[in-house]
């Protein structure tokens, strides 16, 4: 078991950063990819980023790419998302999300597929 508790959110203007993190309790954390998803006013969730379980595989979505960077450190349970260069259609509910195993790129990118999720955080972005 995994519980995952997501804090950092916040609101920002245009243009300002904003550092999310991820909390994770249970000994196996190191053996679990994360991601995170996101998911905005009258919209679907999407994903954001991921970074497998040995931090050898790190991808983004496009719409984030080259200003979000996903982190992790295991030795503190913990996953990190830094977002700099933040935009209103930025804002939205972040969450985290863990799969166990040796999950492909294509299964860390899913909602579905993921084995536990947070509760979420609240990022907006006043233009």
């Known amino acids: 078991q995994v519980q995952l508790v997501e804090s950092g959110g916040g609101l920002v203007q245009a243009g300002g950063s904003l550092r999310l993190s991820c909390a994770a309790s249970g000994r196996t954390f190191s053996s679990y990819g994360l991601s995170w998803f996101r998911r905005a006013p009258g919209k679907e969730r999407e994903f954001v980023a991921t970074?497998?379980?040995?931090?050898?595989?790190?991808y983004y979505a496009d719409s984030v790419k080259g200003r979000f960077t996903i982190s992790r450190d295991n030795a503190q349970n913990t996953v990190y998302l830094q977002m700099n260069s933040l935009k209103p259609e930025d804002t939205a509910v972040y969450y985290c999300?863990?799969?166990?195993?040796?999950?492909?790129?294509?299964?860390?990118?899913?909602?579905?597929?993921?084995?536990?999720w947070g509760k979420g955080t609240l990022v907006t972005v006043s233009s």
């Open positions: 970074i497998s379980w040995t931090g050898g595989t790190i």
């Open positions: 999300a863990a799969v166990g195993g040796v999950a492909t790129l294509a299964t860390l990118t899913r909602a579905d597929a993921m084995d536990y």
